[in-house]
């Protein structure tokens, strides 16, 4: 499995970015995409997650009502769309998958990773 991050950059307080995750390889059609996040000096944490099998999703509490995340099935590509961004919101954004299930909450049952993208929020 392939997994290609863009979208990152830089961007104000309470601006917007979309992050794109294009995805290839898949064997089967029960995966899940996720979007894990690290701040350098900190842990990986995942932010949002969605589910290929019935577009099930799931956020972290910091990202409930500022980030979505949303697919287009026939192009293979997730996308988070990300509001009302604040300066902690600064880190390296990836993407990864696994097979099937629920959305993992921790980055260590995510078992193919793409680059990461950054992302600058300045205050």
């Known amino acids: 499995v392939q997994l290609q991050a863009s979208g990152g950059g830089l961007a104000q307080a309470g601006g917007s970015l979309r992050l794109s995750c294009a995805a290839s390889?898949?064997?089967?059609?029960?995966?899940?995409i996720g979007w894990i996040r690290q701040v350098p000096g900190k842990e990986r944490e995942v932010i949002s997650c969605?589910?290929?099998?019935?577009?099930?999703?799931y956020y972290t509490n910091l990202a409930k009502g500022r980030f979505t995340i949303f697919r287009d099935a026939a192009k293979n590509t997730v996308f988070l769309q990300m509001n009302y961004l604040k300066p902690e919101d600064t880190a390296l954004y990836f993407c990864?998958?696994?097979?099937?299930?629920?959305?993992?909450?921790?980055?260590?049952?995510?078992?193919?990773w793409g680059q990461g993208t950054l992302v600058t929020v300045s205050s």
């Open positions: 969605i589910a290929s099998i019935d577009g099930t999703t």
């Open positions: 390889g898949f064997i089967q059609d029960d995966y899940v």
């Open positions: 990864a998958t696994r097979d099937g299930g629920t959305c993992p909450t921790a980055p260590k049952f995510y078992h193919d």
